[in-house]
C-alpha cells in the first residue's frame, strides 16, 4: 500500500512560484512511476508532469518551460517546482504513483491559487 501526501500549496501572485512535494511511504520509491495531475472543480483531472522510475520525464504541453518535475529518491519525495503562475493554473494538484504491476496511488491533493 502506497501512502502519498501532497504539500506546498497556497496562494500566489500571477508570475510567482511554488513549489509541490509529494512524500510517498509503504512501497520501494525507486520503482514508482510518479504524475502529477490538477482539476479544476467541475472539469476532468488533467495531466501535468511525469516522471518515471528512470527519471524519465513527459509534460503537458501548457507546463512545458514554465513546470519542471524531480524526485529524490532517498527522501521518497517527487517535486514539482511551478513558476510564471498564471490565473489558469489555479487548480487542486494531486499525486499519482504507479507501481510495476500497474496498481495506482492517489494523493489526498493540495490547492493552488493564483491570483491577485
Known amino acids: 500500500q502506497v501512502q502519498l501526501v501532497e504539500s ?6 500571477p508570475g510567482g ?4 512535494s509529494c512524500a510517498a511511504s509503504g512501497f520501494t520509491f525507486s520503482s514508482l512511476d510518479m504524475t502529477w495531475y490538477r482539476q479544476v472543480l467541475g472539469k476532468e483531472r488533467e495531466l501535468v508532469a511525469g516522471i518515471s522510475s528512470v ?3 513527459n509534460y503537458a ?3 512545458k518551460g514554465r513546470f519542471t518535475i524531480s524526485r529524490d529518491n532517498a527522501k521518497k519525495t517527487v517535486y514539482l517546482q511551478m513558476n510564471n503562475l498564471k490565473p489558469e493554473d489555479t487548480a487542486v494538484y494531486y499525486c499519482k504513483a504507479q507501481t510495476l504491476w ?7 491533493g493540495t ?3 493564483v491570483s491577485s
Do not use: A, F, K, N
Not at 506546498?8 to 501572485?13: A, D, I, N, R
Not at 512560484?17 to 509541490?20: F, N, V
Open 55 to 57: 527519471y524519465r520525464t
Open 102 to 108: 500497474g496498481i495506482e496511488y492517489w494523493g489526498q
Open 17 to 20: 512560484s511554488l513549489r509541490l
Open 111 to 113: 490547492q493552488v491559487t
Open 61 to 63: 504541453d501548457s507546463m
Open 8 to 13: 506546498g500549496g497556497g496562494l500566489v501572485q
